[in-house]
């Protein structure tokens, strides 16, 4: 099977988090994003992970991308933003934990549509 840049493997399931995020996505694509730049602009760069997220949604942002990747990608940015998710965000060191994992996923699923284009953005957004 070839790799579509998609990362799909057979029988891996979604949570209840992750699908409730994968549909608040697809209604409210405006406002998922809405939410990630005001969210990221809070904490910048002090999450480990701001890059990559970052890039992801300038690609998800990015009318090249394929739209079953773009939503892939705001389902990943809609659990990072919304409180219902398996660690709350206050917790200190975790909070992020599961986050990250939903982004890391995500980025490695999406790796093929993530350009230099999209991670250039993302570093000239977070830098100081």
């Keep these: 099977m070839a790799d579509d840049g998609m990362g799909a493997r057979p029988g891996t399931r979604f949570s209840e988090a992750e699908i409730k995020a994968m ?4 209604r409210d694509e405006a406002g998922v994003l809405s939410e990630f730049w005001s969210l990221i602009k809070r904490l910048g760069r002090s999450l480990p992970f701001a890059e ?8 998800a942002s990015d009318p090249a991308t394929p739209s ?3 939503m892939l990608i705001l389902g990943g940015l809609a659990y990072f933003v919304l409180p219902f998710d398996g660690l709350p965000d206050f917790l200190p ?3 992020f ?4 994992a939903v982004i890391a996923a995500v980025i490695a699923a999406v790796r093929l549509h993530l350009r230099d284009e999209h991670r250039e953005r993302a570093r000239d957004f977070l830098r100081p």
């Design 97 to 100: 934990t599961d986050d990250a």
């Design 23 to 26: 549909r608040r996505a697809a």
């Design 93 to 95: 060191l975790l909070g």
């Design 52 to 59: 990559d997220i970052v890039a992801a949604a300038y690609c």
């Design 68 to 70: 079953r990747v773009r």
